[in-house]
């Protein structure tokens, strides 16, 4: 596979991206989200908005997924979006899914999209974020 023809400025923050999970600490995560980013959640209809609120959501599922691991990523044409595929497991459950990244053109994050397969997982999944995040969710969305 070639290598990522991703704008500059959004490779520096893929490359950012990278080194956090390898070392599974987010804490510069806030650095690289633009203040209007929205999550979106392979659970939610509506999108999650706000950097807050996406830093908080990707710090806790880096906890509940155990053996997170990428192994292929796309880019689009215009170097802005990148999918990674990922395979875990939450519990007993393994899942595979992809993350779909955009950036602007500085390189913050702008949307940052999420989607699990199959079921088991995507529920496991469910259940373990709704337990440790739901309150929080719920008023993030009033």
Do not use: C
Not at 49 to 63: E, H, K, R
Not at 113 to 137: I, T, W
């Amino acid at each position: 596979m070639s290598e990522l023809k991703l704008h500059p400025n959004a490779a520096a923050s893929l490359q950012q991206w990278h080194a956090m999970i390898r070392s599974h600490d987010l804490r510069a995560l806030p650095d690289l989200l633009d203040p209007q980013a929205v999550f979106r959640s392979p659970i939610a209809h509506s999108p999650y908005p706000g950097a807050p609120v996406v830093s908080m959501i990707l710090n806790t599922v880096i906890d509940v997924l155990e053996e997170f691991t990428y192994y292929r990523e796309l880019a689009t044409v215009d170097g802005l979006n990148v999918v990674l595929e990922f395979s875990a497991k939450v519990g007993d459950k393994t899942l595979k899914g992809i993350d779909m990244i955009r950036f602007n053109e500085q390189g913050k994050i702008v949307e940052f999209e999420v989607m699990v397969r199959p079921m088991s997982g995507l529920q496991a999944l469910s259940e373990e974020m709704g337990r440790r995040l739901g309150a929080y969710l719920a008023a993030s969305k009033a």
